[in-house]
């Protein structure tokens, strides 16, 4: 189930509600969303675990000669300079591990990637290593 909320000034939620579907979350959501507040120190603790890894994760694939955008986001869009983003995300795949790839202009030589739990990147890691090294 994802849940989300926006704070923001009075007019652009206004906007924004203009073009939000009615009953957009069910009772359950809500309550459920309502409810995560109380947790608000386990959720600091998980927010500062994915910026710790999202920060590991763009300095190690600066080291393996990409070009990553700085984020702030879940999600890191990076670019090879020894590899087409496309093939990179094709041999990613044959040894399954998961990135995106969006043939669009302007971000058609990056491939997308979630920032996973340290035990994934690590493995993210280690295969593209492995194919910088056969390139």
């Known amino acids: ?3 989300g ?3 923001s000034s009075v007019e652009i939620i ?3 509600n203009k073009v939000r579907d009615s009953y957009n979350l069910d009772r359950v959501a ?5 409810n995560c507040f109380q947790f608000k120190d386990y959720f600091k603790g ?8 999202r920060t590991r994760l763009i300095n190690s694939l600066r080291k393996l000669d990409f070009f990553v955008f700085d984020s702030d986001a879940n999600f890191v869009l990076a ?15 044959e040894r399954k591990v998961l990135v995106r790839y ?10 997308r990637i979630t920032v996973g739990t340290d035990a994934e990147i690590d493995r993210l890691l280690e295969v593209i290593e492995q194919l910088k090294n056969e390139a």
């Open 14 to 16: 206004g906007q924004m």
């Open 46 to 53: 998980v927010w500062q675990q994915v910026r710790n890894t």
């Open 102 to 111: 969006f043939k669009q202009p302007r971000i058609s030589n990056y491939v």
């Open 79 to 93: 670019s090879p300079q020894w590899m087409e983003a496309s093939q990179l995300y094709t041999k990613l795949k």
């Open 1 to 3: 189930m994802r849940v």
């Open 5 to 7: 909320f926006a704070i």
């Open 30 to 34: 809500q309550t459920l969303g309502a």
